[in-house]
């Protein structure tokens, strides 16, 4: 039955795959996912950050939610304001995201603290003043918990929403777990559950304003262009998919008008509908050659726990 339902699909998954692999290709962080053999790196096989990262539309949703949720903040936002290629290149900056991110959860050991050690090395670099006098650096403990607060929060409501149910003790596990990377980096007071990433976010909101430098950024990110087929259509979906994952009172400080809501909505229902071929689509990525380094079969990771 499965290899009949994988004749079925493919007219519909080999399109999905050749979008991914082109916007995202593979073979170019260096990694090596596949050895040493039971190596389980910073999580295992066991932990909820295996799961929760292996679903591809939720992820790459969340971290467009994540990118919208850093534009409210002043000093997170200098940074990639001030210091990076944004403007010109806004792919090449999701795509090092995205490699980091599925090294930090899935590579072996060594290969993840060598990665962590070459971030800090660049955030270590990587200071200023933002437009109202304020210095900041990317290494500031509390920038960083922001950061990683926004990511954790996107990539577990894109799971949710998207590709599968997260029980509530399964997504305190995961805010537990995905802290270690932000602390290996140097970020400090880190939630470690649902409850208190609602604590922080009230708390921070005080510090956040929708400037013109976020209206900049937004605006980029916008119009988008990923090298692939229909790449309008792409941006659209994916961008407001990861918008309908914001918490309300972003979504407010953003001034999401109705019809922006409206049209995250459309796009919400629709990668929901989408994402079972996502998932058929991309069974060969880092999270399967993961669970091989370690001797297990992908399917392990469909159950939590």
Not at 118 to 130: E, L, P, W
Not at 137 to 142: E, F, H, L, T, Y
Not at 240 to 260: D, E, I
Request: hydrophobic share 45%; net charge positive.
């Amino acid at each position: 039955m499965p290899s009949l339902l994988h004749r079925l699909s493919r007219p519909a998954t080999a399109p999905i795959r050749r979008w991914v692999l082109g916007a995202f290709p593979r073979g170019q962080s260096g990694i090596d996912y596949d050895c040493p053999l039971g190596d389980p790196g910073w999580f295992g096989p066991h932990s909820a950050t295996w799961r929760v990262h292996a679903e591809f539309p939720g992820m790459l949703a969340g971290g467009l939610c994540a990118l919208m949720l850093q534009t409210l903040h002043p000093l997170a936002l200098a940074g990639v304001y001030d210091h990076s290629n944004f403007r010109h290149d806004l792919v090449g900056r999701l795509r090092r995201t995205t490699a980091f991110v599925a090294g930090t959860s899935y590579a072996p050991r060594a290969q993840v603290e060598a990665l962590v050690a070459r971030v800090a090395r660049i955030h270590a670099q990587v200071r200023g003043h933002a437009a109202d006098g304020r210095a900041y650096s990317a290494d500031d403990p509390a920038l960083l918990t922001w950061v990683h607060v926004t990511e954790a929060y996107g990539f577990l409501q894109g799971c949710r929403r998207y590709c599968r149910d997260v029980p509530a003790a399964v997504a305190d596990q995961y805010y537990r777990e995905y802290k270690r990377v932000a602390q290996a980096l140097g970020a400090t007071d880190v939630p470690a559950s649902q409850a208190e990433v609602e604590a922080y976010f009230a708390q921070q909101q005080s510090q956040l304003q929708f400037d013109a430098r976020s209206r900049e950024v937004l605006a980029v990110l916008s119009t988008i262009r990923l090298p692939v087929p229909m790449a309008g259509l792409s941006r659209e979906l994916f961008l407001g998919a990861g918008a309908a994952l914001l918490p309300a009172w972003a979504g407010a400080m953003l001034a999401r008008t109705p019809l922006q809501r409206a049209q995250a909505g459309v796009s919400a229902h629709a990668l929901r509908g989408m994402a079972p071929l996502f998932r058929r689509a991309l069974q060969d990525g880092v999270a399967t050659r993961a669970c091989t380094r370690m001797g297990l079969p992908v399917g392990v990771l469909d159950q939590w726990g």
